[in-house]
């Protein structure tokens, strides 16, 4: 059974940091490139980033260069995203998912298969 969980979310003050985890299960990572996206109230669900295991394939939306980090561990199978300098904006509900493929072309969020529940980000003092 596939199943992504991610954990990792909660409450930061605007500069902190967060690092969120999505557990993959069920498929192997080296078949599938795993995105992030999230979700605000009355928004759109947008990718922020997405990565490869097995072509090292990087994507970052440009709201979140140079403060976000994605990263997998392929013997856990589980995908990291690290977030630094969080502002409120980026407060949302964020969602590991898994497409096909070796490249994170897919930018729009209905190409992906499987989807964990979400975590809650709020970045708010």
């Known amino acids: 059974q596939v199943q992504l969980v991610e954990s990792g979310g909660g409450l930061v003050q605007p500069g902190g940091s967060l690092r969120l985890s999505c557990a993959a299960s069920?498929?192997?990572?080296?078949?599938?490139?795993i995105g992030w996206f999230r979700q605000a109230p009355e928004k759109e669900r947008e990718r922020v980033s997405c990565?490869?295991?097995?072509?090292?394939?990087?994507v970052y939306a440009d709201s979140v260069k140079g403060r976000f980090t994605i990263s997998g561990d392929n013997a856990k199978n589980t995908v990291y995203l690290q977030m630094n300098s969080l502002k409120p904006e980026d407060t949302a509900v964020y969602y590991c998912?898994?497409?096909?493929?070796?490249?994170?072309?897919?930018?729009?969020?209905?190409?992906?298969?499987?989807w964990g529940q979400g975590t809650q980000v709020t970045v708010s003092s």
């Open positions: 069920g498929f192997s990572l080296g078949n599938y490139v």
């Open positions: 998912a898994a497409d096909r493929g070796a490249y994170c072309s897919n930018e729009d969020y209905v190409w992906y298969d499987y």
């Open positions: 990565f490869s295991s097995s072509t090292g394939d990087t």
